[in-house]
């Protein structure tokens, strides 16, 4: 199926769903495009999640230090209700 994309470029329609790291990976990636576009981004830590390798350990704390560098806050849920109130 086509689509038309921004400048008029024919585009072709890709679903794909991810879980784990790679939902990280897509969170880090969208952040850091919305940065770059002057966005303020906050990450909400608790609504992400990363796996777990049986000899590597937990992919979630370097994750969360990672956005951290490129987010403009890191949040909890509750943090970011209260912000949005």
């Given at each position: 199926?086509?689509t038309r994309g921004?400048?008029?470029?024919e585009r072709?329609?890709?679903?794909?769903?991810r879980a784990g790291?790679?939902?990280?990976?897509?969170?880090e990636?969208h952040?850091?495009?919305?940065?770059?576009?002057g966005?303020?981004?906050a990450?909400?830590?608790?609504a992400?999640?990363?796996?777990r390798?049986?000899e590597?350990?937990?992919?979630?704390?370097?994750?969360?230090?990672?956005d951290?560098?490129?987010?403009?806050?890191v949040?909890?849920?509750a943090?970011?209700v209260?912000a949005?109130?």
């Open positions: 199926m086509g921004r400048y008029g470029e072709t329609r890709h679903r794909q769903g790291r790679d939902a990280g990976e897509l969170v990636s952040l850091r495009e919305l940065v770059e576009h966005f303020e981004v990450v909400v830590k608790d992400t999640a990363a796996p390798h049986p590597l350990g937990d992919g979630y704390a370097p994750a969360v230090v990672n951290g560098f490129i987010a403009n806050a949040w909890t849920t943090e970011a209260t949005m109130r």
